[in-house]
């Protein structure tokens, strides 16, 4: 078996860029881990940047999260009670969507299906070869069955924990990573948002956000310890430590309900470099991670994919080598600054366990400053939007 590129990996990332490979007529193969189900039920990301509102029209499968996206124009803040609302609006003059990662991801799948686009799920073994040379190549076992096929290039997009990253040699790969002591316990739930906005809350028991997928669904957050079992946290249990992080009037306010989904997060910054070995380039959550604090994961592999497209239909289209030997550089740039935002919108608004008396005052101080300075708010408000791409 022959193809162009061979994409490992059908989360949003993979998704994404073998529809806008597909779109210009370049041949591509699509191998996933896990049964489509699987991947469906995962629960994740819930912002888009307009920028990557922009990738998802371009690559023709934008019609359902026009529709049923939720534009939001800022976000409220809470330091222990006091409020900030962050205009993004009028700071910027832009706004997000939410619109949830897995609603992405069925749309992709879906236009792949009626487009007769197949991807090979539950693909066993997948195992890369000779991408420091032209002509690369991926086995994997299906069905009980040894598969091969030759390609030109390999994108590697099956996240943090896949198999293409982990086949560089290690002396060609530099790794950064801070990894935070505490995650995020995440619960989905059928009612009602209590606000219209997203609500970032800090309090001395941890962080908590309320986010939402709809006008009918919550996505919810708390700070929790590391060894956190979700089986520990009754619904009730949930809501009621939710409520004691967010101020009286909310807590009041908020409508509670059986949860759908609830699962332990661990929160970590990643970064690999470069994103370039030869015929094979990583992308997503392969390539990095960041603290979801910031909404940005989703986001850098939109951004990574528009990347790694245009360097790729460059070189099928036009022989041009150019988006390619760019790829890395340029991608890692954008990388960098949403690793720092990310970093730093965690600092700001969760609870540390080592920090001392000094650092609770200085974290404070930066709340206090944000309140006071437009300048603090729109550097907040352009990073959240997306910077330039
Ligand atoms: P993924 O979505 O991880 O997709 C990778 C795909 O590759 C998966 O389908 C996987 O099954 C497949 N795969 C893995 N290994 C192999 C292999 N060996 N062979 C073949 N296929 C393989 N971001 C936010 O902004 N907000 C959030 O609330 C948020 N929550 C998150 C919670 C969790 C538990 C995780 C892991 C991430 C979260 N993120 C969040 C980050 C965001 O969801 C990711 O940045 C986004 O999913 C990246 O997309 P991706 O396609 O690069 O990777
Ligand atoms: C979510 O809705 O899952 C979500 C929203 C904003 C974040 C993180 C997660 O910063």
């Not at 299906?142 to 390609?151: E, N, P, R």
């Not at 910054?269 to 070995?277: G, I, N």
């Not at 094979?280 to 990095?288: E, I, N, R, S």
Request: include cysteine.
């Amino acid at each position: 078996m022959r193809t162009q590129v061979a994409i490992i990996g059908a989360g949003p990332a993979g998704l994404l860029l073998a529809r806008l490979l597909e779109n210009a007529g370049i041949g591509v193969l699509v191998l996933e881990r896990r049964s489509p189900d699987y991947v469906l039920a995962r629960i994740r990301a819930g912002v888009l940047e307009q920028g990557s509102v922009d990738l998802v029209d371009e690559a023709g499968v934008g019609a359902r999260m026009r529709a049923e996206g939720l534009p939001h124009d800022g976000i409220e803040m809470r330091f222990d009670g006091d409020p900030l609302r962050i205009d993004f609006q009028a700071r910027t003059g832009k706004r997000v969507l939410v619109y949830g990662q897995t609603e992405l991801t069925r749309d992709l799948m879906e236009a792949r299906a009626a487009a007769g686009a197949a991807s090979v799920y539950a693909a066993e073994d997948v195992a890369i070869a000779d991408f420091d040379t032209p002509h690369p190549s991926v086995t994997w076992r299906h069905g009980g069955a040894l598969h091969a096929a030759d390609c030109d290039f390999i994108a590697g997009c099956d996240g943090f924990h896949g198999a293409t990253r982990a086949s560089v040699p290690v002396e060609a790969i530099n790794t950064f990573e801070r990894v935070y002591p505490f995650g995020w316990l995440g619960v989905m739930a059928d009612v009602p948002p209590v606000r219209d906005e997203l609500i970032y809350a800090h309090h001395a028991r941890g962080f908590a956000l309320c986010s939402m997928r709809s006008r009918r669904r919550v996505r919810c957050y708390l700070q929790c310890p590391l060894d956190t079992d979700a089986a520990d946290w009754s619904d009730e249990r949930f809501w009621d430590e939710l409520r004691r992080r967010l101020d009286p009037e909310i807590a009041e306010a908020m409508q509670t309900g059986p949860s759908i989904e609830k699962s332990v997060a661990p929160l970590r910054s990643f970064v690999a470099e470069p994103l370039r070995f030869g015929t094979l380039f990583l992308a997503g959550d392969a390539a990095h991670i960041v603290p979801p604090t910031g909404a940005k994961g989703l986001n850098l592999a939109a951004s990574d994919v528009r990347y790694l497209a245009e360097g790729l239909i460059g070189h099928f289209r036009e022989r041009s080598q150019a988006g390619l030997e760019h790829y890395s550089a340029r991608a890692l740039a954008r990388i960098w600054k949403a690793e720092r935002f990310s970093w730093w919108m965690t600092k700001l608004l969760h609870t540390f366990p080592d920090d001392s008396a000094f650092d609770r005052r200085v974290q404070r101080a930066e709340f206090d400053y944000l309140r006071g300075s437009a300048a603090a708010q729109t550097a907040l408000a352009e990073n959240y939007v997306g910077l330039p791409a």
